[in-house]
C-alpha cells in the first residue's frame, strides 16, 4: 500500500473538511448555479463504508464517532477515470509515434509480457494502488488478451474494495501471435470470467474490444452475442481516435457507414458502451451514440501526447451525446485527474471553448457515475453514497498558496486548484470509508 499501511475505518467515521461535489450538470458557465456543492467546514459522516450526512463543522458528531479534524482542506469525491490501461504503465512517456506506431512499437511488446501470471499480478497492484495515491477510486480498466492479466486485475480491485470495470482484451488479428486470442478460445474466457467476477462486491465485467482492426467480425459477433445474454454487461473499446486508424477501418469494414457504425451493426452499441477518444466522428455518428446511450470518454492528454486531434466536446452534447474523463495512460501521460482536467481546458481553448471548473470536475465525478450507470453508487457526496472520497491541499507551494490568496471567488478558487494541482496534494483517500492512502511524511535529518 502507499504511504503507511491502511488503517481499518471506524464503524461511524467523520471528517472535518471543506466539502465540494455536485447535484447535476453545471454546464459551461464559471456560475456555480444550484448544481454546484459547496460546503466549507462541514463534517461528513461515514457509517460503515457509506456516505450518512453531513454536520456544519461548529456542530460536531458524538464521541461514538472517529472524528478526524482536516480544516481548511478540500474533501471530494474519489474521482473515476473512465477509460485506462494498466499494463501501460510501462510505457508512459515513451517518445515519438503516432497511435498505430505507438501500438508495434511500444504498447504490444509490455503487453506480451503480461502472460505471466506472477508479472500479471505484481502490475495489478502497482496500477491500483497508483490509481489511489492519484485520487481516482473508481475506474474502467483495460488489461491484456491474457486471462491472467483480467484476473490479476480484478482480484487487485476486489481486495481493495474498489469500483472497477474491466475484462479480458479481446484481440483474433492484426497483432503479435502471443497477444492473440481465437473467437472459441476469447469466448470459453470471457464467459468464465464473467461467471467468477461480474457482479462480485464492487466489479462488473466489460466486453473490451481493442479495436475494431484487431477483431474479426466473427470475434465481434460473439462479443455482442454475450452482451445479449448478459444486459448488464459494459462493452469498452477504441473509436475515430486517429485519422490513419479511421482510413484502416474504412478499409476493414467497407459495408459500415462509418467506424462507429462497425461497432453498431454488431450489437455494441449500448447505454453501458464506452468508447474511448471519438475524435474523428460526424454528424450520424454522434446522434447514434445519442441514440443507444453510448458515451466517449475524453482522454485529452493522450490526444496531445500522440497529435491524435482535438474533441469537439461542445457538438457532442449538443447532438445528445454524453461525454466523461479519462487518462488513457500509457498514451496519456499522468494518471493524475488534475492533469488531465487542465489538458481537456486547452483542448476546448483550442477551438475558442472555454471549459469551467464545475464542468470539468463533474465530468470526473457524478458525470462518469451517470455514464457508467452508478451514480447511486459514487460520484457523489450524497447519502447512500459509498465513502469514496479524497481529502486534498487547497495549495502545497508558495505559488499556489499565492494564487489562491488572491482568488476573488470560488469558480476561480477552485479552478486555480484544479490547474495548479496533481497527486501530490493528496492528503488521503478513503475506498468504502476504509483509507487507502496516506501522503508519506518527509524523512527526517539526521546527523
Not at 349 to 354: F, I, K, P, T
Not at 380 to 406: F, I, K
Request: hydrophobic content about 45%.
Amino acid at each position: 500500500m502507499n504511504g503507511t499501511e491502511p488503517v481499518q475505518s471506524a464503524a461511524r467515521l467523520a471528517l472535518r473538511a471543506d466539502l465540494l461535489d455536485f447535484r447535476a450538470d453545471p454546464g459551461w458557465s464559471p456560475e456555480p448555479g444550484t448544481a454546484v456543492r459547496f460546503r466549507p467546514d462541514h463534517w461528513l459522516l461515514v457509517e460503515q463504508g457509506r456516505i450518512v450526512g453531513t454536520l456544519p463543522g461548529e456542530e460536531p458528531p458524538g464521541d461514538d464517532w472517529l472524528r478526524l479534524d482536516r480544516r481548511g482542506r478540500l474533501l471530494m469525491p474519489g474521482f473515476i477515470d473512465t477509460h485506462v490501461h494498466a499494463p501501460q504503465l510501462d510505457v508512459i512517456a515513451s517518445f515519438g509515434t503516432q497511435l498505430l506506431e505507438w501500438l508495434e512499437t511500444y504498447t504490444f511488446p509490455a503487453e506480451q509480457r503480461y502472460a505471466d501470471p506472477e508479472v500479471a499480478a505484481e502490475g495489478a497492484a502497482r496500477f491500483c494502488d497508483a490509481l489511489i495515491a492519484h485520487g481516482t477510486t473508481s475506474a474502467v480498466v483495460f488489461p491484456t488478451v491474457h486471462r491472467a492479466s483480467a484476473e490479476a486485475l480484478l482480484a487487485a480491485a476486489r481486495e481493495r474494495g474498489m469500483r472497477l470495470i474491466a475484462g479480458k482484451v479481446l484481440m483474433d488479428r492484426h497483432a503479435p501471435p502471443a497477444l492473440t486470442d481465437t473467437v472459441d478460445s476469447a469466448e470459453r474466457d470471457s464467459r468464465e470470467l464473467i461467471a467468477r467476477w461480474h457482479g462480485t462486491g464492487r466489479l462488473a465485467y466489460a466486453m473490451t474490444v481493442r479495436f475494431a482492426p484487431t477483431s474479426t467480425p466473427a470475434q465481434m459477433a460473439m462479443a455482442g452475442r454475450l452482451m445479449r445474454e448478459v444486459p448488464d454487461l459494459y462493452m469498452q473499446t477504441h473509436v475515430a481516435e486517429n485519422r490513419a486508424e479511421v482510413a484502416w477501418v474504412a478499409e476493414l469494414f467497407p459495408q459500415a457507414r462509418s467506424y462507429l457504425d462497425v461497432y453498431h451493426g454488431f450489437g455494441l452499441l449500448t447505454p453501458r458502451a464506452v468508447l474511448a477518444h471519438g475524435i474523428w466522428l460526424d454528424d450520424a455518428d454522434r446522434a447514434l451514440l445519442a441514440d443507444t446511450g453510448a458515451h466517449i470518454a475524453h482522454c485529452p492528454t493522450s490526444n496531445l501526447f500522440l497529435g491524435s486531434g482535438l474533441l469537439d466536446w461542445r457538438r457532442l452534447e449538443a447532438q445528445g451525446a454524453s461525454v466523461s474523463m479519462a487518462t488513457d495512460v500509457g498514451g496519456g501521460t499522468s494518471l493524475s485527474m488534475q492533469r488531465t482536467l487542465a489538458e481537456a481546458y486547452k483542448v476546448q481553448a483550442l477551438q475558442g471553448v472555454r471549459l469551467p471548473a464545475w464542468k470539468a470536475l463533474y465530468t470526473a465525478t457524478l458525470g462518469a457515475a451517470r455514464c457508467l450507470h452508478l451514480d447511486g453508487e459514487i460520484g457523489s457526496l450524497e447519502p447512500g453514497r459509498m465513502a469514496d472520497v479524497c481529502v486534498w491541499d487547497w495549495a502545497s507551494g508558495p505559488v499556489d498558496s499565492h494564487r489562491l490568496s488572491l482568488g476573488r471567488e470560488l469558480h476561480e478558487k477552485v479552478f486555480a486548484w484544479m490547474t495548479l494541482s496533481d497527486e501530490r496534494h493528496l492528503v488521503e483517500a478513503y475506498v468504502a470509508g476504509h483509507r487507502h492512502y496516506v501522503r508519506p511524511q518527509p524523512p527526517k535529518p539526521t546527523g
